[in-house]
């Protein structure tokens, strides 16, 4: 037996209370194939899901991270206190490295959604940063929440599609972004702007209009194709004059959402 169909199998039978079998466990809340001699991992959870962490834990192991090319995280739109939290520091408490993960997925807000989702409890707390650490060659990653300073330091690195919502702090991501060395080989960025609008003097709380300027001004994003901005304070001229700036002009594709409300 390879080694990615070991780490399934070994994946099932050390999963207690779950009836499964090698592509598949509990039929829908964790579904395992082989792609390319490597695992891909799409994981429906339940807000009240008793192996939610001993699974992010096993996947964290030496014998199962190496394997895995693509993790995909989802959820109901269920939550406590109307918010659904993400926890994915067991992801980080093994000694294994995800040197193989190409793509890591955790669901964000939707349209539809009643329940804003967060990762940790209403703060980042560098676990992305720590992710990354783990990830060597990620090359797409979809999150929910920007992440802190310490997500930019570090060597230059694979990225090459990213797409963020901000959640409850844009913690500075775009200027960060404008002034880090390390997203280089980027090519795709999908970015939420702050939209919590029941919370008043809301548009305080937005990305500032000269964050985008510093980012289209910048040397950050050399291999930037599609640029989307949802949700910004950007109006029709300053628009109109980004599309003019040195990054303005590099791109195949730029997409300014605005607010709908």
């Not at 959604?113 to 990830?135: Q, S």
């Not at 775009?174 to 390390?182: E, P, R």
Request: aromatic share 10%; with cysteine.
């Amino acid at each position: 037996m390879d080694a990615p169909n070991f780490a399934l199998n070994r994946l099932c039978r050390h999963l207690a209370g779950y009836q499964c079998e090698l592509s598949e466990i509990n039929n829908s809340l964790l579904i395992g194939s082989i792609q390319n001699g490597s695992l891909e991992l799409d994981y429906y959870v339940d807000v009240d899901d008793e192996f939610y962490e001993e699974i992010l834990e096993l996947l964290a192991f030496y014998d199962f991270a190496p394997f895995l090319s693509a993790l995909r995280l989802s959820a109901p739109d269920e939550g406590i206190n109307g918010t659904r939290s993400w926890n994915l520091e067991p992801l980080t408490r093994g000694e294994g490295t995800y040197q193989n993960l190409r793509l890591l997925d955790i669901q964000r807000t939707r349209l539809e959604h009643h329940h804003p989702t967060t990762l940790g409890h209403f703060a980042e707390d560098g676990i992305v940063p720590r992710l990354l650490d783990k990830m060597p060659n990620l090359e797409q990653l979809s999150l929910p929440w920007t992440p802190s300073l310490a997500f930019f330091d570090r060597p230059p690195h694979p990225l090459k599609h990213l797409t963020l919502q901000t959640g409850y702090h844009t913690q500075d991501f775009i200027l960060n972004l404008a002034q880090s060395t390390c997203f280089s080989q980027l090519k795709t960025l999908d970015f939420t702007d702050y939209s919590e609008t029941y919370i008043q003097d809301y548009e305080q709380h937005k990305t500032p209009t000269s964050h985008y300027f510093h980012l289209f001004n910048s040397n950050a994003l050399p291999h930037l194709e599609s640029l989307t901005l949802r949700y910004s304070l950007l109006n029709e001229k300053e628009t109109a004059e980004l599309k003019k700036t040195p990054l303005g002009s590099q791109l195949d594709l730029l997409k300014i959402i605005p607010c709908s409300y």
